[in-house]
């Protein structure tokens, strides 16, 4: 089982930048896939970015040239940096991890609040 604890949220301006961690501990593997998902206030938690243990990513379209996602696979870390926010970006993020060779993410932090106002 991995645990992961998520820092960095907050409140920020239109336009403002934040930067989300994620700190993974317990049995990690190389090979494993990080990832931001995010939930809006009555709508689904989706996906924000993803990493693989290599460093390919994947963005959503709403995202692409504003957030960036690494890794810091040493320290069992992965990082979103989020510039241009827009008041849309509003939601709980939360990190996630997904074992090599697995669909599902199977490991979910406790989320961290991003706020945007205009």
């Known amino acids: 089982q991995v645990a992961l604890v998520e820092s960095g949220g907050g409140l920020v301006q239109a336009g403002g930048s934040l930067r989300l961690s994620c700190a993974a501990s317990g049995r990690t593997f190389i090979g494993d896939t990080m990832g931001w998902f995010r939930q809006a206030p009555g709508k689904a938690r989706r996906s924000v970015a993803t990493i693989t243990w290599r460093g390919n990513t994947y963005y959503t379209d709403s995202v692409k040239g504003r957030f960036t996602i690494s890794r810091d696979n040493a320290k069992n870390t992965v990082y979103l940096q989020m510039n241009s926010l827009k008041p849309e970006d509003t939601a709980v993020y939360y990190c996630?991890?997904?074992?090599?060779?697995?669909?599902?993410?199977?490991?979910w932090g406790q989320g961290t609040q991003v706020t945007v106002s205009s």
């Open positions: 996630a991890y997904r074992l090599p060779d697995r669909v599902d993410f199977g490991s």
